[in-house]
Every structure is written in structure tokens, then in C-alpha cells.
């Protein structure tokens, strides 16, 4: 078992940064993970909007630009640096781990992901 956890979700302003946090613990030394991160605001789908997996960040168009993955092997954390945020960015956020993949594997799918953590509230006012 995988277990993760976000922090960092906070309200801020149109254009202000967050960064959010996602620490791994558990099996996370059997053999390593993939780290996505996803958002989603009432009546909507979650939905992807960046990943990391061995050195190769994947972003969504929306946020390429603005948002920045980056990873702390020793704190075994996933960071998320959002900047320029935007009131579309409003959403709870949610981190994801499933083994390092290969190919053309669907990453950008929910059900692709094994591991979930419990989100973090991201609130931008216009």
C-alpha cells in the first residue's frame, strides 16, 4: 500500500502561486512510482492536469507554462508549483501514484492511476 497526502491548497487571488505538497509513504520503496495530479470542481469530471513519471513531466494544456512539477527523492514528495493561477484553476486537487510506466500507457485516465490521496482545496478569487 501507497499512502499519500496533499497540503498546501489554500484561497488566493487571480495571478497569485501555490505550491502543493503530495508525500508519498508506505511500499514506497518496493519499486517506484509515477506521480499525477488531478483536479476537480463541483459538477465536473476529475480531470489531469500534470504527471511525473521517471524524469518526464506531462502537463495539460491549460496550465503548461504556469504550473511546474518537481520531485524531493529523499522527503519522497511530489511537488506542484502553480503560478499565474487563474479563477479556472479553482478545484479540489488530488494526487495519484501507480508504478513508473512505459509506452502508451493512458495516464491521463482516472482509472490508470492505483493510489489516491484525499485532495487539497485550491480557491482562486477573481
Known amino acids: 500500500q501507497v499512502r499519500l497526502v496533499e497540503s498546501g491548497g489554500a484561497l488566493v487571488q487571480a495571478g497569485d502561486s501555490l505550491r502543493l505538497s503530495c508525500a508519498a509513504s508506505?511500499?514506497?520503496?518496493?519499486?517506484?512510482?509515477?506521480v499525477g495530479w488531478f483536479r476537480q470542481s463541483p459538477g465536473k469530471e476529475r480531470e489531469f492536469v500534470a504527471a511525473l513519471n521517471w524524469n518526464e513531466r506531462y502537463y495539460v494544456d491549460s496550465v503548461k507554462g504556469r504550473f511546474t512539477l518537481s520531485k524531493d527523492n529523499v522527503k519522497n514528495t511530489v511537488y506542484l508549483q502553480m503560478n499565474s493561477l487563474e479563477p479556472e484553476d479553482t478545484a479540489v486537487y488530488y494526487c495519484a501514484a501507480t508504478p513508473l510506466f512505459t509506452g502508451s500507457y493512458e495516464f491521463r485516465r482516472t482509472t490508470s492511476w492505483e493510489y489516491w490521496g484525499q485532495g487539497t482545496q485550491v480557491t482562486v478569487s477573481s
Open positions: 508506505g511500499r514506497t520503496g518496493a519499486y517506484d512510482y509515477a
